[in-house]
């Protein structure tokens, strides 16, 4: 998985020190407030840069708000394996419990509840990507029965051994 958002050509030219700092701040913001109640006036001041230079980096809030997310998936899903097969369905399943520890370990927990809890709904739905080979329908029932699995676990923690263990039954009657 690559980050697929884009940030404005100024930013790219900023320091690393400074980047990071706004980066912080807008982990911060989008951690702590729906994106519907995000500031920008509070990211500038956590920042310390000004409200200009905030849009030389970022079209808008969405797009500060797609840019940080998609760095936390990207370095959330640094660790996961591959598509599940006969031979590794407990490896994938657990590598949930990795996902979600992940996202804690790397300060991500409150972004990703916040993003199924609120954002999700507000930025609007893509489809899934259309699979028309024959060994590409399980792949696509499995990368959904997964995603919205993990969904549950950040939306109910509490339940998360219920929910591994709810996937890894289907998937064992699937392989």
């Given at each position: 998985m690559e980050v697929?958002?884009?940030?404005?050509p100024t930013f790219e030219n900023l320091k690393p020190d400074k980047?990071?700092?706004?980066?912080?701040?807008?982990?911060?913001?989008?951690?702590?407030?729906?994106?519907?109640?995000?500031?920008?006036a509070r990211i500038v001041s956590n920042a310390g840069i000004s409200r200009g230079a905030f849009y030389k980096y970022f079209e808008d809030l969405t797009d500060a708000y797609n840019y940080i997310f998609d760095i936390a998936m990207f370095q959330i899903h640094q660790e996961m394996p591959k598509t599940p097969?006969?031979?590794?369905?407990?490896?994938?399943v657990e590598s949930i419990r990795h996902f979600v520890s992940g996202t804690d370990?790397?300060?991500?927990?409150?972004?990703?509840?916040?993003?199924?809890r609120y954002n999700e709904g507000f930025?609007?739905?893509?489809?899934?990507?259309?699979?028309?080979?024959?060994?590409s329908y399980s792949t696509w029932a499995?990368?959904?029965?997964?995603?919205?699995?993990?969904?549950?676990?950040v939306l109910d923690p509490v339940n998360i051994e219920q929910r591994i263990e709810q996937l890894r039954k289907v998937l064992r009657k699937a392989y």
């Amino acid at each position: 998985m690559e980050v697929k958002s884009m940030v404005l050509p100024t930013f790219e030219n900023l320091k690393p020190d400074k980047q990071n700092r706004i980066r912080n701040s807008l982990l911060n913001e989008f951690s702590n407030y729906p994106l519907a109640e995000a500031q920008v006036a509070r990211i500038v001041s956590n920042a310390g840069i000004s409200r200009g230079a905030f849009y030389k980096y970022f079209e808008d809030l969405t797009d500060a708000y797609n840019y940080i997310f998609d760095i936390a998936m990207f370095q959330i899903h640094q660790e996961m394996p591959k598509t599940p097969n006969a031979s590794n369905v407990d490896e994938y399943v657990e590598s949930i419990r990795h996902f979600v520890s992940g996202t804690d370990k790397k300060g991500y927990k409150d972004l990703i509840e916040k993003h199924y809890r609120y954002n999700e709904g507000f930025l609007g739905s893509e489809p899934t990507k259309l699979r028309l080979s024959d060994d590409s329908y399980s792949t696509w029932a499995v990368t959904v029965l997964y995603h919205q699995t993990v969904r549950d676990i950040v939306l109910d923690p509490v339940n998360i051994e219920q929910r591994i263990e709810q996937l890894r039954k289907v998937l064992r009657k699937a392989y």
